[in-house]
Structures are given as C-alpha cells and as structure tokens.
C-alpha cells in the first residue's frame, strides 16, 4: 500500500483546505488517518476514519474544524480543514493502522504502518 498526500499551501487564518490522500494497492487498513508535525514538535493525531463502516474520531484542537472523510470507491481519504489558525502550520501526514487495530488503539502513532510523504500546511496570521 502506498499513500499519496496532497493539497497542502499558504492560507490566511480563518481559511480552508481541503487535504487528500490517495491510496494506491489494495488498502488493508483498518482505519486511515491524518497526523500532523510542527517544526521543533512531536507528530500528533489529527482524524482518523475506520475503513469500514465509517467512524470518525478527532482530536481536540481541531473538533469542529476539520472533518475527515473517506472514499472507498475512489481509494481516497479527505481532510476537510475550516477555520484555520496560525498553531495548525504543520507537515501533514496521512496514515493507514494495522488491519487488527482497534478502537482504543486508533489515536495511536504506533498503530500506523503505512505512511505518505507529507503535505506541508502553513496558516498565516
């Protein structure tokens, strides 16, 4: 499996992206999700989508603001991002989990084993 990340760019505070991954080969991923890392700062959990069945999960910071979506028919998962602030200026990451990845495990960095290059997001104030 192979993933595609795409749709990154400059936006001034309160705009919007639209982020996609494209996924290549057959997905085996129980859930696929996007992670984020700013310069000097840990990769961190953004959104994920269960491959089946749909579910969502974000974190905090951007509840609200982002919404993750996926497409089976098309391999492709979306990271719809409104509103923006200057603190969402990251390389932005998407990400398939293990097939046996469960619930509790879905926010997990560890959890992921197939990664995109990145895209890089910069939201100015």
């Known amino acids: 499996v192979q993933l595609q990340a795409s749709g990154g760019g400059l936006v001034q505070a309160g705009g919007s992206l639209r982020l996609k991954c494209a996924c290549s080969g057959r997905p085996s991923a129980r859930y696929m999700g996007w992670f984020r890392q700013a310069p000097g700062k840990e990769r961190e959990f953004v959104a994920v989508i269960k491959w089946q069945g749909g579910s969502t999960y974000y974190a905090d910071s951007v509840k609200g603001r982002f919404t993750i979506s996926s497409d089976k028919a098309e391999n492709t998962v979306h990271l719809q991002m409104n509103s923006l602030k200057p603190e969402d200026t990251a390389v932005y990451y998407c990400?398939?989990?293990?097939?046996?990845?469960?619930?509790?495990?879905?926010?997990?960095?560890?959890?992921?084993?197939?990664w995109g290059q990145g895209t890089q997001v910069t939201v100015s104030s």
């Open positions: 990400a398939g989990s293990r097939p046996g990845t469960i619930t509790s495990e879905a926010r997990r960095l560890e959890s992921y084993v197939y």
